[in-house]
């Protein structure tokens, strides 16, 4: 059994540094959804109603299909979620003009995380 004690020993931790944080690894913290950073295609407008986007499921964002700018019609799509080896399709709720995309590729989001926002 001597011979297996290497297998039964607490792993040392060791300071490490990520994303500008500071972290121990061996740490078993579950990471949190990274939110990105909302960029507006136009300069804000006074008085105007967004309308946000959100995520129907949990999962992973698979692709990106439109970008802030651009005019959609209603139905149109908007990304794509991998859930449970899925692709989800996230339409436009409504005819508009998408405003923000608040996610990347590949980041993990929860069900009614919001993933975009349109100017209907």
């Known amino acids: 059994m001597d011979n297996l004690d290497h297998l039964f020993r607490m792993p040392r931790r060791r300071p490490v540094t990520f994303d500008g944080g500071a972290a121990e690894h061996g740490m078993t913290r579950r990471p949190q959804p990274r939110q990105a950073e909302s960029k507006p295609a136009t300069e804000p407008a006074r008085n105007r109603t967004l309308m946000d986007i959100k995520a129907e499921v949990a999962g992973a964002v698979f692709e990106i299909l439109a970008a802030a700018g651009d005019t959609l019609a209603k139905g149109a799509p908007i990304l794509i979620l991998e859930s449970m080896k899925m692709e989800i399709l996230v339409p436009a709720p409504t005819a508009g003009t998408l ?22």
């Open 99 to 120: 405003t923000h995309i608040l996610v990347d590729v590949n980041d993990v989001v929860e069900a009614g995380q919001v993933l975009a926002r349109i100017e209907p």
